[in-house]
C-alpha cells in the first residue's frame, strides 16, 4: 500500500489524525497539514494539555504522544495524574507543537504502526431475483437497498396490495425532493404502503430512507458516505426523523470538535481559576451582574436559589438553549465593561503569574477576560457557531425532516434554516427555524449599546425582553 499522504484523501487522512475530513485544512499544492480542529499548528503542548479532551479521540492519541515524549525525556510524571499537573510540569512541553503531534502519528503511519481501512462502497450491486416478474422495476429497486433492509422492504411489499407498489414506485424519479410534500397524509397514515416503507429501518438505515429511495429512485448510501440518498437528479440528501422538534446534527465524533465549544470550556477554566483563587478581589472589581455569571461558570454545583453550575453542564456535554443565552450574555456583559480599558494580553503571564499572586489588579482581571475570544468579540460567538452548521452542508444539499412529533416534512435547503437550540449527549442538537424562532434579544441589545456605550448592557437587556 502507498504510505505517500499526498495520496490519502481526507477521510483516510482523518482516521490517522482521530478526526473528522472537515475538520482538516491542506495545502493545496504540497498537502501538507495546514489545520486540524481549526487548531494553530504552532500551538503548543503547553498551552493546549490543559484543555485536553477524553471525549474526542484526536486528544486520546495526542495523550499516547505526551505519554511518549514523558518516557522519552524521564520526565517521570505520571499520566493518569494530567489534569493536576501545574506548569513547573507542563514547561517540557513548550517546545512540542500541534504540528509535531500531527506528524508523530503521519509517521506512524508511514512506518507501518498505523493501519487504517480505506473508504469502500457499503453497498454493492446485488443479482437476486425476487419474484417481482411484473415489474422488474422492483428488483432493481430492492438490489439497490443494503443488505438486511432489502429482505424487510420484500416482506412488506409481499403484504401489500401490489397495486399500490406498482403504482408509487419510482414516481418521482424524474422530480425534485421537494415533491415529498405530495404524499404527507399517506407517509402518516398507518397502515398505508408508504408508512410502511417510511417506518422500516435496519442499524445504518433510518426511518424515511427507504421510502426515499422507493419514490424517487434513488440510492441509499448507508454508512458509506456523509449522506442518506442519493437521488436520480444527483441530490445528496441528509434524512432525520426525530420524534420530537429538534435532531442531533452532523456525524462528527461530538461536540468537543467544534471550536466554539473550544472557547466556552477555556471560558469556564479562566473563570474558576478566578474565583477560587481570587474571589474578593473579582467581586470588588466588576459589576454584581458579571460577577454573577462568572460565579455561574465556575461552579460545580448552584451556589444560590435559582443559579446555574454552568461549569458542570459543560463538562457534561449538557447545555439546554438557556445556559447557551447565558453564556453568550456573559461575552457580551464582560466585553462592555472592558470595552475601554487597556491592556497588554500575554496568555503565558496570565497562566505564570496571575493566578499564582496574592493579590491582582484590575489590569491583570482584565488581562485574563480579554484572552477569551469571545470576550473580545461577542458576536463571533454566535458567528462561529453559524459556521459549524455551514461546513455540515459543505457535504450536503438538502436536510430533508419527517417529524414525526406533528406529523409534519420540513426540507431545510441551508445552514440558514436551521439553528442550534441546546448541546445534549456530547453532540449538537438543531432546530428548524420554522419551528423555534430566535429572537436574538442579545444581538438587538448589543446594537443599541454600539450606538450609547455608556448605557449599561444588562438593564438595555433586560428592557428588551420586557417589550417581547
Not at 491542506?26 to 481549526?38: A, E
Request: with cysteine.
Amino acid at each position: 500500500m502507498n504510505k505517500d499522504i499526498k495520496h490519502l484523501s481526507l477521510d483516510e487522512l482523518s482516521k490517522i489524525l482521530g478526526t473528522t475530513g472537515n475538520n482538516i485544512k491542506r495545502d493545496p499544492i504540497y498537502k501538507d497539514i495546514i489545520k486540524v480542529n481549526k487548531q494553530n499548528p504552532q500551538t503548543t503542548l503547553f498551552s493546549y494539555i490543559p484543555f485536553i479532551s477524553k471525549r474526542k479521540k484526536h486528544d486520546r492519541l495526542l495523550i499516547d504522544y505526551i505519554n511518549d515524549i514523558n518516557y522519552i525525556n524521564i520526565l517521570d510524571l505520571d499520566i493518569e495524574e494530567m489534569d493536576n499537573w501545574c506548569d513547573e510540569d507542563l514547561l517540557p512541553f513548550k517546545e512540542y507543537t500541534l504540528y509535531d503531534f500531527w506528524h508523530y502519528l503521519i509517521n506512524l503511519y508511514e512506518s507501518g504502526y498505523i493501519e487504517i481501512s480505506l473508504k469502500t462502497e457499503t453497498i454493492k450491486e446485488k443479482n437476486i431475483d425476487w419474484g417481482f416478474d411484473d415489474d422488474p422495476s422492483i428488483n432493481v429497486f430492492l438490489n439497490k437497498l443494503p443488505s438486511e433492509i432489502d429482505v424487510k422492504t420484500k416482506m412488506i411489499f409481499d403484504t401489500s396490495d401490489m397495486s399500490d407498489v406498482y403504482s408509487f414506485i419510482g414516481i418521482e424519479e424524474d422530480s425534485p425532493i421537494e415533491n415529498i410534500y405530495n404524499y404527507q397524509d399517506l407517509i402518516y397514515q398507518p397502515g398505508h404502503l408508504l408508512n410502511k416503507l417510511f417506518n422500516v429501518k435496519i442499524e445504518g438505515v433510518g426511518k424515511g430512507e427507504v421510502l426515499c429511495a422507493f419514490l424517487f429512485s434513488g440510492r441509499i448510501n448507508g454508512v458509506s458516505d456523509n449522506y442518506d440518498l442519493l437521488t436520480n437528479q444527483g441530490e445528496k440528501i441528509e434524512i432525520k426523523s426525530p420524534n420530537k422538534s429538534s435532531f442531533r446534527f452532523g456525524t462528527k465524533a461530538g461536540v468537543g470538535n467544534y471550536n466554539f465549544y473550544k472557547n466556552i470550556e477555556y471560558t469556564c477554566k479562566m473563570a474558576k481559576q478566578l474565583i477560587e483563587k481570587h474571589n474578593n478581589d473579582i467581586k470588588n472589581s466588576v459589576s454584581d451582574d458579571l460577577y454573577t455569571l462568572l460565579k455561574m461558570l465556575s461552579s460545580d454545583k448552584e451556589f444560590r436559589e435559582n443559579s446555574i453550575a454552568i461549569f458542570s453542564r459543560v463538562n457534561s456535554a449538557e447545555i439546554s438553549s438557556s445556559i447557551l443565552e447565558l453564556i453568550d450574555l456573559f461575552y457580551h456583559i464582560a466585553h462592555t465593561e472592558l470595552h475601554d480599558s487597556e491592556f497588554d494580553l500575554q496568555k503565558d503571564f496570565i497562566y505564570e503569574d496571575v493566578f499564582n499572586k496574592k493579590y491582582i489588579t484590575n489590569s491583570d482581571i482584565y488581562n485574563v477576560l480579554k484572552s477569551i475570544e469571545y470576550v473580545e468579540n461577542p458576536e463571533k460567538f454566535k458567528i462561529d457557531i453559524d459556521e459549524e452548521i455551514k461546513s455540515f452542508f459543505n457535504n450536503i444539499d438538502k436536510i430533508l425532516l419527517f417529524n414525526e412529533f406533528d406529523k409534519e416534512i420540513y426540507l431545510y435547503n441551508s445552514h440558514k434554516d436551521i439553528s442550534v437550540q441546546c448541546i445534549s449527549q456530547g453532540g449538537l442538537k438543531v432546530i428548524g427555524k420554522n419551528i423555534f424562532k430566535d429572537n436574538n434579544n442579545i444581538k438587538e441589545t448589543f446594537e443599541k449599546w454600539k450606538k450609547n456605550k455608556e448605557l449599561n448592557f444588562y438593564e438595555l437587556y433586560k428592557n428588551t425582553l420586557l417589550k417581547c
